[in-house]
C-alpha cells in the first residue's frame, strides 16, 4: 500500500505501526508516531493498523546543548 511517510510517498506491506518501523529498521525507543496527524502512544503502535493513504509522522528525540 502507498502512505506518506514523514512527507514522502512510499510503499509499505506493514498492517501496523510496529510492522511499519520493523520494515524501516527504525528502534521504537526515544521516538514519537503519529498517524494523520494523531499521536500513537507506543503501547499502541503493534494494534494500530494503516492504510492506503495514511500520512505518518515519525519524529525522533534529540538531546543537545
Known sequence: MKIRLNGESVESQAPTVAQLL???Q???VGI????????VRRVHHATH????GDR???IR???GG
Open 22 to 24: 520493523e520494515e524501516r
Open 32 to 39: 514519537a508516531v503519529a498517524v494523520n496527524e494523531s499521536v
Open 56 to 58: 505518518v509522522e515519525i
Open 49 to 52: 493498523t494503516l492504510n492506503e
Open 61 to 63: 528525540a534529540v538531546q
Open 26 to 28: 527504525i528502534s521504537p
